[in-house]
């Protein structure tokens, strides 16, 4: 579980932990009861949809008109099944519309008033700005807009989850608003299969977080997927990675990533980046958090 890489104040930094925390053990339940990797996926990034510290769902960033513009993606590793939703207008849980474009199987990925429009076909209800801005969200935009933003750069927040059930199947799911201020129509790489989201049986699952842009023109997540199949150790894989990013790109972000063996690894070259992992084997279960 990841809930976003950027930079998050100091005071901040053990809620965006605890909400982690808390959302993997939705999914963890899930798979616990034999669930498959997809709903452990989904469930956990509803949870965060649910948070309002995290940019997602309830909690949102606010684009450069003052309103919420949603991106989402899921896919499963045992089909290369995916479903996605891109700019889309305020509902309260995209990644929930993400599945069902997913189920219906007709197109992967819907934008905009599409979006809406798929999205109520399937019995969605639309939300208000209203519902889904926090003061949180308000300040930040309120800020940048007056010239006084006071947390620096690209502020995170985007959730995701990655997953391996116990019949060896993976999955990966993503869910943000994207960037503080951004332009009207902005896509970043949450909704592009391959760029922020990606999932494959034969090699594993990733989710990233940070400049969706450098993400998208660098293809990141199905390239770090398909190199785990040369990686010997997955933190130096990931930390890799994101340093070619970076010296490519010159942006910065985040990842987490489990291989269909079921190893679990994350990394960052951000001041912060929320996570939390649940590990479960025949031996027992252990859990871990941080931001
Ligand atoms: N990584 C999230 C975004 O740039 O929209």
């Given amino acids: 579980m990841h809930g976003g890489a950027g930079y998050i104040a100091a005071e901040r930094r053990a809620a965006h932990a605890e909400g982690c925390a808390r959302a993997a053990e939705v999914g963890a339940a899930i798979l616990r009861a034999g669930g498959s990797a997809v709903d452990a996926v989904e469930a956990a ?15 949102a960033c606010l684009n450069e008109d003052g309103v919420i513009e949603l991106d989402a993606a899921i896919m499963e590793g045992a089909t290369l099944r995916a479903g996605g939703v891109a700019a ?14 997913m189920e219906d199987g007709r ?35 309120r800020a940048l807009k007056d010239g006084q933003a006071t947390e620096k ?42 760029a922020g989201t990606w999932a494959d049986d034969d090699h594993g699952a990733a989710s990233t977080t940070g400049h969706g842009e450098a993400f998208i023109r660098t293809a990141f997540a199905v390239r770090v997927v398909e190199g785990l199949a040369h990686a010997t150790d997955l933190e130096a894989h990931l930390a890799a990675d994101l340093s070619r990013m970076r010296a490519r790109t010159g942006s910065c972000g985040g990842v987490i990533l489990v291989d269909c063996k079921g190893s679990a690894a994350w990394a960052r070259n951000t001041e912060t980046m929320s996570w939390a992992v649940v590990r479960m084997d025949g031996a027992g279960e252990s859990r871990e958090s941080g931001a």
């Fill in 153 to 194: 750069g690209y502020a995170g927040g985007t959730v995701g989850a990655v997953a391996r059930d116990a019949q060896g199947h993976v999955a990966a799911a993503t869910s943000t608003g994207g960037m503080m201020d951004k332009a009207a129509g902005r896509v970043g790489d949450t909704p592009l299969l391959g």
């Fill in 45 to 59: 990034v509803r949870a965060l949809e649910d948070d309002p510290l995290f940019n997602a769902g309830t909690g």
């Fill in 88 to 101: 889309m207008p305020p509902f309260k849980n995209p990644i929930a519309i993400a599945r069902a474009a």
């Fill in 107 to 141: 197109h992967v990925l819907y934008a905009a008033h599409g979006a809406a429009r798929f999205a109520m076909s399937k019995g969605f209800a639309r939300a208000t700005v209203d519902e889904l801005r926090t003061d949180h969200a308000y300040d930040r935009w």
